[in-house]
């Protein structure tokens, strides 16, 4: 029910003729929904029939009255067919309107088939270039993650929070070989690089790492590359870099798991989220120069981040780092207040990482 507005009588005294070219662009009306008029009794004018109400009974009619009657159509369509062949997909679908409606007939044909084809293939092992999926490509499935994973748990009836998803699970999901997770490290002890025939900096994949067994006393986690790459020499100490919320692999690497780990991430919403995961596979992992006192000391270095991580708490935090997460999710500081590591200056970062072993 869509309230039309009627003037007072003083108002249409003003602008007659506004209110006569509006009340006969409504007795022309033949669009959508169904139309009400009422009489106004003014002292004045007299006696008046104006529109009252458009009462609209149907999504398409809603559509059509917003200017929107070709995307809810062919959304329409493309949910029809699809719970058509999945009806399992029925209560996944509303959460992907603007895809429905906006997807370009190649990229929805392409999302049918990758559906389709995992449905048939439900453990294929295969790495997503292998498929057999018409203009499939790395780009494109790389931004269609969540969405594919979401989809497939509803083709096998299961329930899943899409905001949970990360890209490890989308594998899994899919039925897919993942490929090899890289480890960037840099090891920054000569006795540590002789270990291995004087390799300095390294791509690994996790399970390689995991077997050399490297004697390290203190493991570096920072988020950004060139941060890692700034790191001089420490004694018994490795940098690892840019592994996002990709820390679950620490868990996987015994080395790392026995050595005094500390993690320094951006001073955001985000990099409180990762600690946070990352302290569920090292429990003992210390965080640096993510305080309230760096945070507000560099304000002539914030930059605003994008879109804050949904959860208003993070459990693994202590609780120092809990309240400058709090103040940033609520915007005490500032809005949406975000400050990259790199932005700190190397003087300070660096007394304050050698000072953390």
Known sequence: MVNLGIPKEKQALKQVEDVRAWVAVWQAWNGSG???WSNRRWRKLGTQPVPEKLSLASPSEVAQWIGEAGRWERAQQRYQELIGRWSQLASKLPRYFAILADYSEVDYRRLVDMLAWIEQHPASNLYPRQLPVSGLDSKWLEKRKRLLADLVDGLRGE???ESDFISSDFYGRCGLKAP???IRLRILDDNLRQQLGGLCDLSSPWEQLAEIGLPASNVFIVENLQTGLAFGDLPGSV?????GYGVDVLGRLPWVASAHCVYWGDL?????????RARGYLPELKSVLMDEATCRSHQDLWVEEKDQHAAQTLPLLTDTEQAVYQAIKRNVWGQNLRLEQERIAWDIAWKALRQAI
């Open 180 to 182: 090899p997770q890289l």
């Open 34 to 36: 169904s139309l009400s």
């Open 159 to 161: 329930s899943s929070d």
């Open 268 to 276: 955001d919403t985000h990099g409180f989220a990762i600690l946070n």
């Open 239 to 243: 940098v690892i870099m840019q592994l």
